[in-house]
């Protein structure tokens, strides 16, 4: 068994704090200092430089001598065609044109990599060369600059139902998920399985790093020395959370019941982007495993990264829109800037994605403690700190309730707390300034109260605060204040596996929508609390975060795409979103999107709707364009004839065309929806869902949003 230490460390690994004190989950975050335009100074910069010409994935013909590429709706795209070899002939001449040029323009500019498939283009170190030059060469239609990327770093099959799945067959087998993130531990035992057979064709790339489920693996970094190696174990997490083995034996003894990845049969693919500890990936290299992953034929792929998105043109979420059009079901984390609006992150603000929010999880893996208020003594699970605030020595003391700043410390401690354990609220601050306010008073240990629904979570402390600083829930917490007397027992134990009711409430940290484009994001939720999975070198640890949320969604999208082969993205987007279900904590589409996913539901869905979800987004108030209307294409997948009767929610915000709608099996049907700004409130987000519901008591409903503003 591992020692509590090194499990600390492990459940700790993705976590920072922000000013606010608040937990900052696993994803990926782009350095908000670089932007994507062209600068008019020399430096050492990385650009895209596109060209005029469309992207295998999105061209739609119209060239003479060159039949479209772009795959017909429902068809995946075909590398091997021979439309797209001579297209492809076509913008290779195109770029080796462009890489001519520089050679005489721009000497000092080097050429890392090119794109073809969903972008058109190369990605150029400018060494000191002015970035405005790379726009005079022939054909380019725009110069970006590339953005830096930074990781930040077994129950939840009930709240997702993926179960019923399996019970029906279905375990992922044949399907390909693609892992572009921080590699992964081809070796970890989670992550093997001897019965599987390699695919035709497989392993590609780096096969030292590769096995039969883990079939490819390839990195992406400017250092010629780096290799696919996972060092950093956020991509080996997520890979275990899509597709780890069913009825792995934690060996630690931590978690009581065996786990499983959601579609424990499904292979993964490791595009590794981030290959070292801590280290920064720039967007050219996301966008080339992206483009890679397509190449490479994968039917999904998760990238559980993202970052602060900017209005208009966001070249990464073109590149994941034209790798869904070629027929590559991608997910995106929605990201960890909740719980305020406009927070969801690039790329997954990409409309064509499915961008996922994080909700609760039914277990915690955390420390006990003992407390007795009033004379009650109970077990509480409490989130730990690491590397200061660790319970090194027993401390059994009596509790003191802090006042100070409504309780949250912030602006210190007046009270003497000497031999007491200080209770203190969460938020406002850091847990170390919290910490470090109780030791100055002489408290022996700190008791930090959550403040948002669901179980606590582990805490990232500085080495200096010496004495112990655990979490307990806002509802433990509760007790703990309500009471008129009150001591604590904290003790070095090792860390336990805790069932609890907290599940399924939305994550405080969740980003929210809409996007900054004003569309409806994200698309639906997902387990992203206290989700225990793999982490390099053949451990498991439990990590927070839509990094988390993400793989879950797909996992199920493996799951899907095995029972309905015939399925395009966007239907499998649609069966997602339909069948979503509400958290328990009350929510919006602008939360939650379609809400909880339900994998067994999307699988047998009454209907399926395109768009899957309506943004309006701007609506004035006044005016002839006060309205605006949106036609909803609904496909009847069902084998009988259906009549949907529709209910449009929300006190009217949105109005159907038609109360009835009758579709064949097999057939599709339209109807439209409208929203009006007229005597709505100028600034406010209008939300609400569209049910579908059939005769059999069935239905999909369709989350919509509108802002009502001048502009």
């Known amino acids: 068994m591992r020692s509590r230490t090194k499990v600390l460390f492990a459940v700790l690994l993705a976590l920072l704090l922000t000013v606010t004190g608040a937990f900052v989950p696993a994803s990926a975050w782009y350095d908000p200092s670089s932007d994507q335009t062209v600068v008019n100074s020399g430096g050492d910069g990385y650009y895209f430089v596109e060209l005029s010409d469309p992207a295998i994935a999105e061209y739609n013909g119209g060239i003479q001598g060159y039949a479209k590429t772009k795959p017909d709706e ?38 890392v990599t090119e794109y073809a498939i969903t972008l058109n283009g190369l ?11 790379l726009r005079q060469a022939p054909g380019v239609k725009r110069v970006v600059k590339s953005i830096k990327y930074r990781p930040a770093m077994n129950v939840s099959h009930e709240i997702i139902r993926d179960i019923p799945m399996w019970k029906s067959g279905y375990d992922g087998k044949g399907i390909k998920v693609a892992v572009i993130d921080s590699g992964i531990d081809a070796k970890h035992p989670f992550l093997t399985d001897p019965a599987l057979k390699t695919p035709d064709g497989f392993p590609k790339g780096d096969t030292r790093f590769t096995s039969n489920k883990v079939i490819v693996a390839r990195v992406y970094s400017p250092d010629p020395t780096k290799t696919p190696e996972a060092i950093d174990s956020h991509g080996t997490h997520v890979a275990g959370t899509i597709a780890g ?8 003894g931590t978690a009581t019941k065996p786990l499983s990845g959601v579609a424990p049969k499904a292979y993964l693919g490791n595009y590794n982007v981030f290959p070292c500890n801590e280290c920064e990936a720039e967007s050219i290299y996301i966008a080339k495993a992206v483009e890679d992953a397509v190449r490479d034929g994968m039917d999904v792929a998760n990238l559980s990264l993202g970052g602060p998105a900017e209005p208009g043109f966001d070249l990464l979420a073109e590149v994941v829109n034209a790798a869904v059009d070629a027929g590559m079901v991608t ?97 406002g601050c850091t847990f170390t300034e919290k910490a470090a306010a109780a030791q100055e008073k002489g408290a022996v240990g700190v008791i930090l109260i959550n403040n948002s629904d669901g179980d606590p979570t582990s805490m990232l402390v500085e080495e200096s605060v010496t004495i112990p600083m655990v979490m307990v829930s806002m509802n433990d917490g509760d007790w703990i204040l309500k009471g008129q007397s009150a001591s604590a027992v904290l003790e070095p ?10 599940d399924s409430y939305i994550a405080n940290f ?94 047998k869905p009454v209907a399926l709707a395109n768009p899957a979800s309506l943004s309006f987004k701007i609506v004035p108030p006044n005016g002839k364009n006060s309205s605006k209307t949106m036609q909803v294409t609904v496909q009847n997948p069902t084998k009988t004839k259906q009549t949907y009767y529709i209910v449009v929610d929300n006190n009217g915000n949105a ?6 709608l009758t579709v064949k099996p097999g057939a599709s049907g339209t109807f439209e929806v409208t929203v009006s700004g007229k005597g709505k409130t100028v600034g406010l987000d209008y939300t609400g869902y569209i049910t579908l519901l059939a005769k059999n008591g069935k239905k999909i409903r369709i989350p919509y949003h509108y802002r009502v503003d001048h502009h």
């Open 74 to 111: 429902g068809a995946k795209i075909s590398m091997q065609s021979e439309a797209v070899q001579s297209y492809a002939k076509r913008l290779q001449s195109k770029r080796d044109t462009v890489k001519n040029w520089l050679r005489r323009n721009a000497p000092k500019a080097r050429v």
């Open 123 to 133: 990605a150029v170190k400018t060494n000191g060369t002015d970035p405005s030059i």
């Open 245 to 252: 083995i069913a009825d792995y034996r934690d060996p630690s």
């Open 331 to 427: 997910v995106i984390s929605a990201g960890n800037e909740g719980p305020g609006p406009m927070t969801i992150g690039s790329p997954g603000t990409a409309d064509k994605v499915i961008t996922v929010a994080a909700v609760t999880n039914k277990h915690f893996i955390g420390l006990p403690i003992k407390v007795t208020v009033d004379g009650v003594e109970k077990t509480l699970p409490t989130g730990s700190s690491a590397p200061g605030g660790q319970i090194r020595t027993r401390v059994a003391a009596p509790l003191a309730v802090v006042t100070d700043d409504n309780g949250t410390a912030c602006q210190g401690i007046t009270a003497d707390l000497t031999g007491k354990i200080a209770v203190i609220k969460r938020g």
């Open 493 to 502: 134990l090792p860390v336990q596996e805790f069932a609890t009711t907290n």
């Open 510 to 603: 969740s980003s929210r929508g809409p996007t900054v484009n004003y569309t409806l994001k994200p698309d639906v939720a997902a387990v992203g609390v206290n989700v225990y999975s793999s982490v390099v070198g053949g451990g498991l640890a439990s990590y927070n975060g839509t990094s988390m949320s993400a793989p879950h969604v797909a996992g199920a999208a493996a799951l899907l795409q095995q029972a309905h082969p015939d399925w395009t993205p966007q239907d499998i987007k649609a069966a997602l979103i339909g069948t979503g279900r509400d958290p328990k904590s009350a929510a919006n589409p602008l939360e939650v999107g379609g809400g909880i996913i339900d994998v067994a539901a999307a699988n």
């Open 655 to 660: 109005k159907a065309s038609t109360t009835y």
